[in-house]
C-alpha cells in the first residue's frame, strides 16, 4: 500500500505489469530491500498477472462472467471487485480494533470511548 491507500509500487508491478514512476530507493537501514526489489523486478518473477490472466480466459471462455460471477466480465473486473471488498474489511476491523483499543485503556479520559450496545437485561417471569 502506497501512503495515499493505493497499491504500491512493487504490488502493481506484479499484478499489472506496471513500472513505477520513478525508482524505488530504500533507507540505508535497511541492507536488504535493494536486493529483494532487484529480485522482485526481474526474471522469473512473474509481472501482469491480472493482463495475463484475462487475455487468457477471453481466449478460452467457457462462460460469459469470470469466477462463477454475474458481476465481473473478466478476470481483472473480478480481481478489482475481490480486493476492495478485502480492504475495506481490513480497514474495518484495523478502525474498529483502535476503537475498542481506545475504549479499554482511556475510558476514563477519551470523550468519544467505544461502548458496544448491549440488549437490556430481560427478566423471565416463571
Known amino acids: 500500500m502506497d501512503g495515499y491507500g493505493g497499491l504500491g509500487p512493487m504490488a502493481r508491478q506484479l499484478l499489472y505489469g506496471e513500472q513505477p514512476r520513478r ?5 540505508p537501514d535497511q541492507p536488504h530491500a535493494n536486493t529483494m526489489y532487484a529480485r522482485v523486478a526481474s ?18 471462455r467457457t462462460r460469459p462472467f469470470f ?5 465481473a466480465p473478466t478476470p481483472h473486473e473480478f480481481i478489482l471487485q475481490k ?17 475498542r483499543k481506545l475504549g479499554r485503556h482511556n475510558a476514563h479520559t477519551h470523550p468519544f470511548t467505544f461502548t458496544p450496545a448491549h440488549a437490556p437485561a430481560t427478566t423471565d417471569p416463571t
Open 83 to 99: 480486493m476492495g471488498l478485502r480492504f475495506t474489511k481490513a480497514f474495518a476491523l484495523h478502525i474498529r480494533n483502535s476503537c
Open 67 to 71: 469466477g462463477h460471477s454475474y458481476t
Open 43 to 60: 526474471h522469473p518473477t512473474p509481472q501482469g498477472i491480472v493482463p495475463l490472466a484475462s487475455i487468457r480466459w477471453k481466449q478460452h
Open 23 to 27: 525508482r524505488l530507493t530504500f533507507p
